[in-house]
């Protein structure tokens, strides 16, 4: 992919018909404060408070853009922030050198998905322009898109795809970036090298998985997604060639009945771990690759430097002891990428991709939507339409 400078497809496309830069380029009268959902502290749903009066965002750096957000949407780690997990390496990140006057992060706001539209470009944008309609997913340790704006990096920032609405858009970006994070950053799977591949996705209905399974059949893999039978007709019409579920007997000895796998990606964790490894394909470049991961549990408890610490020797031994049996161990993050975003986009407008989709609250029914998302066993995710007036 070309980069997102001068020469690049996608910042021409920002800036045809706009005159050059001149600083920041900004809707007229924007206001000092905004209507937001936030918590002042860390604790079960009723810590999420609405204000009229959170801080509107400002541009601090030359490259962020202002969005009016448009629609939002919820994912695990709304549900984890608001119980404070990550808080330690969150905040260090936030703030690493201890300058800020005020020693908390709060009140702070959550949500990462964003789809809405540009309201104001730093003095280096050249791809977007106020009026742009983008969708975003916002890194963690800023201030989230339960708001009525939020500030972005440009390069955390992309064209919004043509075909979804602001509602089904602002379903994708967070679940899509992790994937991709774990399926192509991390597993090495592209567009090339797919075709044929056996993909085992662990946890296959949840919002990664679900966007997991488009991405590699629109690749060429042959793809076994394991879930509960209520998830299973959801399963197959995502493109899942083989369905398996978890509840009707001893998966380990289900699966172990299949083909070696080229490529696992794991959304469950826990004991899954001890014995998924074992249906990878040996000493083929077989990949295992998970998202659950002990990184910021381990500094939460830990502080920052002897969690990092655990956390090393924990990856190592495991990626050494696994490629000593031929299969490769990963772990995988999200990472927030516009660049990254360009490619999913041409993926949902070429149909290959499509939005699934649970419910849609409107903006003040947000604690509700957070039960929603408490209570699990939802089929697609959970839509906030900030813009909604009910």
């Known amino acids: ?35 937001s959902w936030v918590i002042d502290r860390y604790g079960p749903n009723d810590v999420l408070r609405f ?13 962020e853009v202002i969005i009016k957000v448009h629609a ?43 789809s809405g539209v540009v309201m104001e470009c730093g003095l280096n944008v050249s791809y977007f322009k106020p009026g742009d309609e983008v969708w975003a997913a916002i890194p963690p340790w800023k201030q989230g898109t339960l708001s009525e704006f939020v500030v972005a990096s440009g390069n955390e920032v992309s064209f919004k795809p043509k075909c979804l609405s602001h509602t ?58 394991v879930c509960s039978h209520d998830a299973s007709t959801l399963m197959k019409k995502l493109g899942a060639d083989d369905v398996i579920d978890y509840k009707s007997g001893n998966l380990e000895q289900q699966l172990k009945t299949l083909p070696l796998f080229d490529f696992i990606l794991d959304n469950v964790g826990g004991s899954t771990e001890n ?14 690759v998970t998202l659950v991961t002990p990184f910021l549990i381990n500094m939460d408890k830990l502080g920052v430097a002897d969690g990092m610490l655990q956390t090393g020797v924990t990856v190592g031994s495991k990626t ?36 699934v989709i ?31 007036k009910k």
């Open 1 to 35: 992919m070309l980069s997102r400078g001068a020469v690049s497809g996608r910042a021409l496309r920002g800036a045809v018909g706009s005159p050059p830069s001149r600083g920041l380029r900004a809707s007229p009268r924007a206001p000092s404060a905004m209507p």
């Open 51 to 63: 204000t009229r009066n959170m801080v509107f965002p400002t541009i601090n750096f030359p490259n």
């Open 72 to 114: 939002a949407s919820l994912n695990p780690i709304d549900l984890s922030m608001r119980s404070g997990y990550g808080a330690t390496a969150l905040n260090m990140k936030r703030d690493p050198l201890k300058l800020k006057s005020m020693d908390t992060e709060f009140p702070l706001t959550l949500g990462r998905d964003v």
């Open 168 to 225: 089904e858009a602002a379903s994708l970006p967070y679940v899509g970036l992790t994937a991709w994070s774990a399926v192509n950053q991390v597993g090495g799977l592209n567009q090339s090298n797919c075709s044929g591949k056996r993909v085992l996705i662990l946890g296959a209905s949840g919002g990664v998985g679900t966007f997991a399974i488009q991405l590699v059949k629109a690749w060429g893999a042959h793809v076994t997604a």
């Open 275 to 288: 014995w998924a490894l074992d249906l990878l394909k040996k000493w083929s470049g077989a990949t295992y």
């Open 320 to 355: 050494v002891k696994h490629l000593f049996k031929g299969v490769h161990y990963r772990w995988a993050f999200f990472m927030p990428s516009g660049p990254s975003l360009d490619e999913i986009a041409e993926l949902v407008d070429s149909g290959k991709i499509q939005p």
């Open 358 to 388: 649970d419910q849609v609250f409107s903006f003040s029914e947000v604690p509700k939507a957070f039960l929603k998302l408490e209570g699990g066993h939802a089929r697609g995710k959970t839509v906030i339409d900030v813009i909604s």
